[in-house]
């Protein structure tokens, strides 16, 4: 999730561009660069790091005084982050520079193409096709519109992609699929950004950009028409927000924008997953198939909101290769003595890829002959490089401390490891995959799904507000999910929380249950007939006993009803997938309790992002 400005006006185009990228450096940050056209000329200027990098460069050294120019802050995707593989990218010729946010899945396939006719690339990304195609179109004759147009129809993936012509020096042309682009309509001048914080200081009027649309702008005059030429009609809004809301794009907290990119970030972590014959594919997957078949034992490493996904990776796994498992606490692994060896495989997940346990438990354990996949989100990070092998998860940076989006994307690498070892085993015939991988690709919706009963479920929040206490209960890959539902309550509200499996109840923590205490339960498939039926039998238990019972149930389960005081209903899927959708509204219940709590949610007491020390 990149951040991208353009620019067309009297203004001077780097000042603009610049205090663009500013307001939109959370959507990335490993590099960012400015282009501005300037007498026939373009003028580049980049650099790895934070955005305060290039702004020392520039104060050093300022961009020509243009007045069209584009910008990017970077979340690396394709190649380390470095100044050679920032944002923007040119042609052969300098005559174009290009900005991109997103992947193209074919720029291979394009790449060797180009190599052939003898075009030198300068750095690792998928972008630097792009910017090399649309100058060819350029050179060709035609407008920068229209070579727009016919790149576009070569590439495949997600993507919005930016750029100037530095021998038409008053226009930006963009184009947008399935990444956000918007339009800022101003007085003599013209903007575009990721979002409308990019823009928002200049003007509140903007255009809303659809799918597989491109975009000119000039400092007069906007013109949209689709990947094929057709003229189309942008939808006008004003913006109601001011420059604060505006980045977190209308939401109070970051953290609640973040719940609702779960969507995307779900179908950003799948695209690119299967190859040309249909195989699953993996980001960097430099385990050989022989090292994968040898495996007898899997050991998944993680601390806090990972360790959970890990608890459902063990499931999935498990059922799908029929290969052992062990789930296990990054700080606790290595002062254990735990028995690894060359068929062992270490999966270390970790957002940030700077966990300190962790990275310490992935040392460990390859000096004991393990091997080591990384599951991450962050490009270039420690745990990823020390690795054998990584899945990135493609969230977008996440600026709430507590994870959302993060854990969801995590789930999805965890099961796309889990069919990759059963593709490369044979443990799963190829259409079961295929079938599995249509599930998962159907989640987005799903989860979209969920999203529009938030309403109900920030109600639901808001009578609870005096509660001290929450109990959770799930079972199979629901206890996860009652256990990371619990995590959240308490990292944001600050009151008691547990979760616990349900069968475990009547083992002792059926002593907590008194009158009118909120017990939240994550209820399975009624595909699971047996798991379905023991659920039901612990949610009688609690609410025999007083509890409130709240419970989280399929679309279509009306043997839930008689038991639920209160109930949330979830669309049906497979039950190794439901904590995709189950712990939605836990993340909605959990934001909305701590609002009403008056709590900085995005920033909660004690906590960091990313815990770089034992």
Same mark, same amino acid.
């Given at each position: ?86 944002? @923007? ?93 918007? +339009? ?37 005059? +906007? ?7 057709? @003229? ?188 990759? +070892? ?21 989640? @987005? ?24 206490? +929450? ?144």
């Amino acid at each position: 999730m990149c951040g991208i400005v353009g620019y067309v006006g009297p203004q001077r185009a780097q000042d603009v561009v610049v205090d663009g990228l500013r307001r939109l450096e959370y959507r990335g940050y490993d590099s960012a660069g400015v282009a501005v056209v300037h007498d026939g000329v373009l003028a580049v200027a980049k650099r790895s790091g934070k955005l305060a990098n290039l702004e020392k460069v520039l104060a050093d050294k300022p961009l020509p005084p243009a007045t069209t120019g584009i910008g990017h802050t970077r979340w690396a995707t394709h190649g380390p982050p470095n100044d050679a593989n920032a944002h @923007p990218h040119t042609g052969g010729a300098r005559r174009v520079a290009l900005v991109h946010n997103g992947i193209i899945e074919n720029y291979a396939e394009l790449r060797d193409r180009i190599e052939a006719d003898d075009h030198v690339f300068l750095s690792e990304t998928d972008t630097e096709i792009a910017a090399h195609l649309v100058e060819l179109q350029v050179q060709s004759g035609v407008d920068l519109q229209v070579a727009m147009q016919r790149v576009c129809q070569q590439l495949d993936g997600a993507f919005t992609l930016v750029a100037v012509d530095a021998e038409d020096p008053g226009r930006v042309v963009a184009a947008r699929r399935n990444s956000p682009l918007v +339009v800022g309509l101003g007085e003599g001048e013209n903007f575009l950004g990721s979002d409308v914080a990019a823009f928002i200081e200049h003007t509140r009027e903007a255009l809303e950009l659809g799918q597989d649309q491109i975009v000119t702008i000039t400092a007069d005059e +906007v013109t949209v028409t689709d990947f094929w030429g057709s @003229p189309v009609e942008p939808t006008r809004f004003h913006v109601d927000w001011d420059l604060s809301a505006a980045e977190k794009d209308g939401h109070d907290w970051f953290m609640r924008k973040e719940i609702f990119e779960q969507p995307r970030a779900v179908a950003d972590s799948l695209i690119g997953r299967r190859g040309v014959n249909g195989l699953l594919q993996l980001d960097e997957m430099r385990l050989a198939d022989e090292e994968i078949r040898d495996l007898d034992k899997i050991i998944v490493i993680a601390c806090g909101t990972s360790f959970y996904a890990g608890m459902v990776a063990k499931y999935a796994i498990e059922h799908w290769t029929r290969t052992p498992v062990e789930v296990e606490l990054a700080s606790e692994f290595r002062y254990r003595d735990p028995i690894v060896d060359n068929t062992t495989l270490v999966v270390a997940i970790s957002q940030s890829g700077e966990t300190a346990d962790t990275l310490q438990a992935i040392r460990h354990a390859k000096s004991q002959g393990a091997k080591v996949l990384a599951i991450c989100n962050t490009n270039g990070s420690s745990i990823p490089r020390e690795s054998d092998a990584v899945i990135y998860t493609h969230a977008g940076p996440e600026i709430g401390v507590a994870s959302t989006k993060g854990f969801l994307t995590q789930l999805v690498a965890c099961y796309l490891l889990a069919l990759y +070892v059963a593709q490369v085993k044979g443990t799963r015939y190829g259409d079961e995959i295929d079938e599995i991988m249509g599930q998962l690709e159907a989640m @987005p919706d799903h989860i979209d799904t969920v999203l529009t009963r938030a309403d109900s479920i920030y109600e639901l929040a808001r009578a609870h507000v005096a509660t001290r206490s +929450v109990l959770f209960l799930g079972r199979h890959a629901g206890y996860p999910v009652a256990l990371e539902g619990a995590l959240k309550l308490k990292e944001l509200a600050y009151i008691h929380a547990e979760g616990f499996a349900a069968g475990e109840l009547k083992h002792g923590p059926i002593a907590l249950i008194e009158e009118g205490l909120p017990v939240l339960c994550v209820v399975p498939p009624r595909g699971r007939d047996q798991l379905h039926a023991k659920m039901l039998g612990g949610i009688q238990e609690v609410r025999a006993r007083g509890a409130r019972t709240i419970c989280l149930a399929e679309e279509g389960d009306h043997t839930i009803e008689p038991y639920a005081d209160d109930l949330i209903r979830l669309p049906q899927v497979p039950v190794l997938l439901q904590p995709l959708v189950a712990i939605i509204p836990l993340q909605l219940f959990a934001c909305e309790l701590a609002t009403a709590l008056g709590h900085d949610v995005d920033q909660p007491r004690n906590l960091a992002k990313s815990v770089t020390v034992e």
